[in-house]
């Protein structure tokens, strides 16, 4: 079945310093969506990528689809202490209309 | 609150005893997704509808999980027979066809 794996599993940055998380499916993917979820708290939809290389940006947040549309990255400059949290991704294999979510990324943002 | 609503929030069952979720989705959605997580975890899929339709069914559900959305609108996951490895968290989340997913609060359930 499709798998989909983020790496790193966690991440300790310093304040202001960049993060980047990647995303990798086992299948191809009509679409790719990222969720953040707070601790304690439920996934929230951030933005979702359909075109074959797709670039979005969402003020510090950038958001990237591959040429293959496996894989998806999401790079954060100049980290907060609100981007604390697990970010997720979310594929649907090409055809298909389950969503299958990534096994996530953890940031914590230290003062 | 027009956002989706899971009904209970907390859960404390013993263990063969049989439980059953709600959820109610944004109204205008027509997809409707169950999901499981365990602390640490992503969420893990269990189910989708289209409106009442029951498309799929994860592989790794046992016969104890069903599913039903009548008439398209709430939802209700029942675990029969609960075992302690059921205890976690149950995400029932709703999107308009391919669109965002917006979840609901969860169900946290403990088998004792």
Redesign the interface.
Known sequence: ?QQVMQIPQYQHVQEGEDFTTYCNSSTTL??I?W?KQRPGG????LI?LVKSGEVKKQKRLTFQFGEAKKNSSLHITATQTTDVGTY?C?G?AGG?????????T?LKVEL | DTGVSQNPRHKITKRGQNVTFRCDPISEHNRLYWYRQTLGQGPEFLTYFQNEAQLEKSRLLSDRFSAERPKGSFSTLEIQRTEQGDSAMYLCASSLEDRAAFFGQGTRLTVV
């Open positions: 079945g009509s679409n969506q969720y439920h996934p929230v939809f979702q997720f979310a649907r298909g209309n389950k969503l299958t979510f990534g096994t996530g953890q």
